[in-house]
């Protein structure tokens, strides 16, 4: 089993800055595609940011330019920077992983517990 543990989310001010950070642990051999999701109430589970093993990343268009994904391969960590944060940034944010436990084999998906970002003045 693979456990994302996140941290990081909080109340912000529009304008301001947070850094999300989510660690996995657990049977990994490797990982492939690590990101964020978010949720807002009312609305489904969108792509905020994915960055593969190789370090291609992937961005929704809203958060271009404002929010940066990074990865830690040897800590098996994923990162997400946050500026310029607005009122519709508000939301649940999920931590995603791709994990293969062998060499061979398919990867499973695995899914931290959320933590809350609020941007509001």
């Known amino acids: 089993q693979v456990q994302l543990v996140e941290s990081g989310g909080g109340l912000v001010q529009p304008g301001g800055s947070l850094r999300l950070s989510c660690a996995a642990s657990?049977?990994?051999?490797?990982?492939?595609?690590m990101g964020w999701y978010r949720q807002a109430p009312g609305k489904q589970r969108e792509l905020v940011a994915q960055i593969v093993s190789s370090g291609t990343t992937d961005y929704t268009d809203s958060v271009k330019g404002r929010f940066t994904i990074s990865r830690d391969n040897a800590k098996n960590m994923v990162y997400l920077q946050m500026n310029s944060l607005k009122p519709e940034d508000t939301a649940v944010y999920y931590c995603h992983a791709e994990v293969f436990a062998y060499a061979l084999g398919y990867g499973d998906d695995y899914w931290g517990q959320g933590t809350q970002v609020t941007v509001s003045s």
């Open positions: 657990g049977s990994i051999f490797r990982i492939n595609a």
